[in-house]
């Protein structure tokens, strides 16, 4: 995959290194919304090769991290139903609900099965015409697509036995949610690549003109992560605020067309629930009323379930950067991968576990830094 | 779920009305529906893949040109931290500490 896995080059990754270092007059703060980019930042350790320059807050783009408890809920709900087969990608299998989670459901005698694609539920209830088939639809607008497509092909091909249980997030309201906030301290966004691959990134362009902060379009290697923060870092330096495109090999302005015009075919915004954050207005997506149908909440009357989050669990600090994970009182002790408190916790593209697994030298350092 | 890879179209079909084919990622291969993309790729190209779905193509032209100028860049700068490290030194010669 020549050109494309070379985006891990050292001698470049030190280059932009040492100009961002070179560059800066104070340091900076930005965001990297994707938890990919989390994930790639965290593990190369590029947050500390820039420390003194930029400091990087990790962003709320993980899905499994956002999905709001109630969702979880009403997905346990449904999953224990003698006659469904409840599908899901699997790394929702493990997201602490109010009382268990999927897996737990699953060795109580529910049948829930994961899959990797949505087609492979609708294929799923095809196959299994006396059940019904419910698939977890979750995720950012990068999994938006393949959802709708699911809903819309069971349409097509007359399947009445599949339905999916939506839970949606779109990401500008976010980063607006995070701008919005009183003790924002965030000056600049690297924005999700593949995201933007998907809805282009003109939605971004008021929000950089409102806000008077430059935002990125970065992919997810680490020579992308560090070209899309010496961007952003220039932009600062001169008092810029636009919207500049670092992943030109996969993101247009304009997205994907057909992919965007399907799930706008198929979903409607509405407002959502955060996990840990609480409801953003038209952070959204929903079924439109003529897919009613193959709407899971409607099918097993589970739309009205409301629940409390967990004091315990500080993920909606950790998600809006307000702290680091290592500061939250439950990390590393009551929380861990194998038992987790909270969502980030659980998904390898979580804040919580991104630091549990891949930094736990730093563990120490920073729960001192903190205290 | 939120990682997408990219991955090398290996074939096309048409499985009743929708765009499907097998997509090599540096060895798995996988079914991946190539509808949204239909209409640019062809087999031999690169595409990003998220759950299934091909969201977008790679443009290996664009990835190539920009890996380029960043390495050429990388390389002005070895030199110019080498002549730096040179001049240091040569000064550091005649001006003993
Ligand atoms: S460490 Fe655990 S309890 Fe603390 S914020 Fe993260 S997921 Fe929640």
């Not at chain 1, 340091?27 to 320059?53: F, K, N, P, S, Y």
Request: proline letters at 5%; one cysteine or more; charged letters at 25%.
């Amino acid at each position: 995959m020549k050109y494309l896995a070379e985006y891990r080059d050292t001698d470049i990754a030190r280059t932009l290194i040492a100009r961002i270092k070179a560059r800066v007059t104070r340091r900076w703060t930005l965001m990297e919304v994707c938890g990919g980019q989390t994930h790639t930042i965290v593990r190369q350790g590029l947050d500390e090769l820039l420390e003194g320059a930029v400091e990087m807050i990790h962003g709320p783009g993980c899905p499994v991290c956002v999905t709001p408890l109630e969702q979880i809920d009403k997905a346990l709900a449904i999953a224990a139903r003698p006659n469904v087969i409840f599908t899901s990608f699997g790394d929702m299998l493990r997201v602490p609900g109010s009382e268990c989670d999927l897996q737990q459901v699953r060795a109580r005698g529910g049948d829930v099965k994961v899959v990797y694609s949505p087609l492979d539920a609708l294929a799923l209830a095809q196959r299994h015409p006396e059940k019904e088939v419910v698939f977890f639809a979750v995720g950012f607008e990068t999994t938006a697509p393949a959802n709708a497509m699911s809903v819309w092909r069971a349409r097509e091909l007359g399947v009445s036995n599949f339905s999916v249980l939506v839970s949606h997030v779109t990401v500008p309201p976010a980063i607006t949610a995070i701008l919005e906030a009183p003790d924002n301290r965030v000056q600049g966004f690297l924005a999700a690549g593949h995201v933007c691959a998907v809805m282009g990134y003109t939605e971004y362009e008021p929000i950089a003109a409102k806000y008077k902060v430059p935002i990125i379009v970065t992919g997810f290697e680490p020579v992308d992560i560090l070209e899309g923060m010496a961007m952003a870092v220039n932009q600062l330096e001169e008092g810029r605020h636009e919207v500049e495109n670092q992943y030109v090999r996969s993101v247009r302005r304009t997205g994907t067309e057909p992919a965007r015009a399907l799930v706008a075919q198929v979903f409607e915004l509405a407002n959502r629930q955060w996990r840990g954050i609480g409801e953003i207005p038209m952070s959204g997506l929903r079924l439109r009323d003529e897919f009613a149908a193959y709407d899971a909440e409607r099918k097993f009357g589970v739309g009205g379930l409301k629940v409390t989050e967990p004091e315990a669990c500080k993920a909606g600090a950790v998600l809006t950067g307000r702290i680091k994970p290592p500061q939250c009182p439950a990390f590393g002790t009551l929380c861990t991968p194998e038992r987790p408190l909270g969502a980030p916790m659980v998904s390898t593209e979580g804040a919580c576990s991104a630091y549990y697994n891949l930094a736990k030298y730093r563990t120490s350092e920073s729960a001192e830094a903190a205290s | 779920m939120c990682l997408g890879i990219p991955g090398k179209i290996q074939s096309i079909r048409d499985d009743a009305g929708l765009a499907m084919g097998i997509v090599d990622f540096g060895g798995v291969r996988r079914d991946v529906c190539l509808q949204y993309v239909a209409d640019e790729v062809a087999v031999g190209d690169y595409v990003i893949v998220h759950v299934g779905f091909a969201i977008t193509k790679v443009d290996e032209d664009e990835a190539r040109r920009t890996f380029e100028v960043l390495k050429e860049m990388s390389q002005l700068d070895e030199l110019q931290w080498m002549a730096e490290v040179a001049d240091a030194s040569l000064k550091g010669t005649e001006k003993p500490a």
